[in-house]
């Protein structure tokens, strides 16, 4: 019976000493890449493309808003770049023909001094026209290009691959500048989130190695502290550390629970 004591309390010591030098942390997987799109103007929701867990990849259409009103905006900003470039045209044409007959008249030694300076003074008018015309071809094509932009936010695309997370519209809806409409992560570049307390952080540094466990589905991989960051509330007294990990083929999504062992 002593002996069998005996034997416990030396398995007991064992496992401390094998256990002594490690430190498990909890952390939550999370995603390096999270993109909330947001609505620049105001308008109602016209498309919905996507649902909640869909995969998008970049530009793929995400919704569209009511054009209606940006459609005759856009159409009087095109048509006024069109009509100002007929203007264009036709001063420079008028100038080039005041060119021509003054080049015609100088060849011509009979033809009177006050016909040329009555050309000079003509081509010097169209000129200024001309230059007008092209200052209001520059404003007209700046216009256009601004409501092009505004017509391209209508059209909300994806920016970069990743999945529906969150959708806070539906067809129908009114859309307010600023108001969050579709979160997106990336589900491939993920991290786990450790907060560390002051008297761990001299044993952690970036750049180091350390085992990592994703327990829910039996997942152990080797990860890399990618930053050590202060915590944005002085009160807690907690240190910030992002592992980086390889996924593999596993499914590992955002929000799950994980472990780190750091080696003391």
Do not use: C
């Not at 929701?45 to 259409?61: A, S, W």
């Not at 808003?65 to 008028?94: G, H, N, P, T, Y």
């Not at 060119?99 to 003509?122: C, G, S, Y």
């Not at 936010?153 to 997370?165: N, T």
Request: charged content about 25%; hydrophobic content about 40%; overall charge positive.
């Amino acid at each position: 019976m002593l002996t069998h004591k005996k034997l416990l309390v030396v398995t007991f010591l064992l496992i401390s000493s094998l256990s002594a030098g490690e430190i498990t942390l909890t952390g939550t997987v999370v995603s390096d890449g999270q993109k909330m799109i947001g609505s620049r103007y105001m308008g109602y929701v016209k498309k919905v493309f996507v649902k909640l867990g869909d995969k998008v990849k970049r530009e793929d259409n995400l919704y569209e808003m009511e054009s209606a009103e940006f459609d005759i905006m856009k159409s009087q900003a095109d048509l006024m770049l069109e009509q100002s470039k007929i203007v264009v045209e036709f001063w420079r044409k008028r100038l080039q023909n005041i060119n021509n007959r003054k080049n015609r008249i100088k060849k011509n030694n009979k033809i009177p001094m006050m016909d040329i300076d009555d050309l000079e003074a003509q081509a010097e008018n169209v000129s200024a026209m001309l230059d007008s015309a092209q200052v209001m071809v520059e404003q007209a094509s700046i216009k256009a290009k601004q409501l092009a932009t505004v017509f391209n936010y209508l059209k909300m695309k994806a920016p970069s691959d990743g999945v529906v997370v969150q959708k806070n519209i539906k067809v129908g809806d009114m859309i307010m500048p600023g108001m969050l409409t579709i979160m997106l992560v990336d589900t491939e570049n993920l991290e786990i989130d450790v907060s560390l307390s002051e008297s761990i952080i001299g044993k952690v540094r970036e750049g180091e190695r350390l085992p990592v466990e994703i327990p829910s589905i039996n997942y152990k991989t080797i990860g890399t502290i990618h930053a050590v960051i202060p915590d944005a509330n002085p009160m807690t007294h907690k240190i910030k550390m992002r592992v980086s990990f390889d996924k593999a083929d596993k499914n590992i999504f955002p929000g799950m629970y994980a472990k780190v062992i750091i080696k003391e």
